[in-house]
Every structure is written in C-alpha cells, then in structure tokens.
C-alpha cells in the first residue's frame, strides 16, 4: 500500500487514520531518513489512539510511554549502536506484552531483530520539500487485515 501526502498535516491525519484500525498488541515500525516525518506520524497515531500527553522524539530518552486506548511505547533506535542494546533497554519485553501498542522509529537499524509479525512504514521525500511517499507493508498473517482496512478507509 502506497500513499502520497503533501503536507506535514497530511501526515499527520494518515497517521491518525492509521490509528483507528491499530488493534492491541501491534508493533509499527516507522523507517525513513532524519527529517522524513516518523514522529509526525507518531504524534498522528498518538492523537488517534487519545493520548492526551505531547508526543516528542524519543531520541535522546530512546523510550517514551503514553496512555491511550492502549499504553503505547514509542522507541527511536537511532542512537543504539549494537543489538544487545535491545534487551538492556528492555525492548523485546516491551515488544511482546499483548495489551498495548509498540513504535519504532528507525527499526532498520536492527532489522534481524525485530519480531516477526509486525507493521513496516517506510516515509521517503517526494520532488518537494512538502511531498512525501508513504509505503506500508505487513509482515505475518495477522497484520494483513489491517492493511486491507486502512487502504480502504484512506483513498489515494
Ligand atoms: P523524523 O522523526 O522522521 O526524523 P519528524 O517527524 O521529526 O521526522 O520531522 C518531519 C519534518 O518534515 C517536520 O519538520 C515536518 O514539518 C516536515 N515535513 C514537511 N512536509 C512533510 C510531510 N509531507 N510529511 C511529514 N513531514 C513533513
Ligand atoms: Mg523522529
């Protein structure tokens, strides 16, 4: 599934729409360069999910949590540097817990090591400044519904 968006709110709201078919338990993992629009489409996510607290770049904290619909743990990898680093942080527990929502931006990092079923969402800059491609793929069977979901209810 492809799409297009043209502004950071464009984003934004795909993010939020994204949200309104996440189920508890999903793992998302956001890829794209610095700058691409991975938070934005956390915060998108974040505000469809009724966090009321301010989503931010998890960068330097490396994890933040907030509360929603479900509890969401928001990881940004981009300063790890091996993948042992992942369990020190605690990563794979949180990964695995049923109940809530787990985000990753720049998963790419750790590729190997992320679980196997999980949400994959590539941002990449179009021609200008503003566009952006969005490309969402699934991995393991039961993501595969929220794909088909979130096409429909998102036209290109
Ligand atoms: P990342 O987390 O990927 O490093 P951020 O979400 O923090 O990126 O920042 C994305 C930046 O790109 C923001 O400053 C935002 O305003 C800008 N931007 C411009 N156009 C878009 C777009 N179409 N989608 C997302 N972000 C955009
Ligand atoms: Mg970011």
């Known amino acids: 599934m492809q799409r297009k968006t043209s502004s950071p709110e ?4 795909f993010g939020k729409a994204a949200a309104e078919k996440i189920k508890a338990g999903m793992l998302i993992c956001l890829e794209g360069d610095l700058g691409a629009g991975k938070t934005l489409f956390a915060r998108g996510l974040a505000e469809g999910l009724h ?4 989503v931010t770049s998890p960068t330097f904290a490396i994890m933040n949590v907030y509360r929603g619909d479900f509890t969401i743990y928001h ?17 794979y527990e949180y990964a695995g817990q049923e109940d809530c929502v787990v985000v990753v931006e720049w998963p790419d990092k750790f590729a190997q090591e992320m679980p196997r079923h999980a949400v994959w969402i590539r941002i990449e800059r179009g021609e200008s400044d503003t566009q952006r491609l969005i490309t969402i793929r699934s991995t393991g069977d039961e993501y595969r ?10 036209p290109s």
């Open 10 to 13: 464009e984003t934004y709201a």
């Open 51 to 54: 966090v009321k607290e301010e």
């Open 75 to 91: 990881f940004d990898l981009y300063r790890l540097e091996s993948p042992e680093e992942l369990s020190d942080i605690g990563f």
């Open 145 to 154: 519904s929220f794909l088909k979901e979130l096409d429909l209810s998102c």
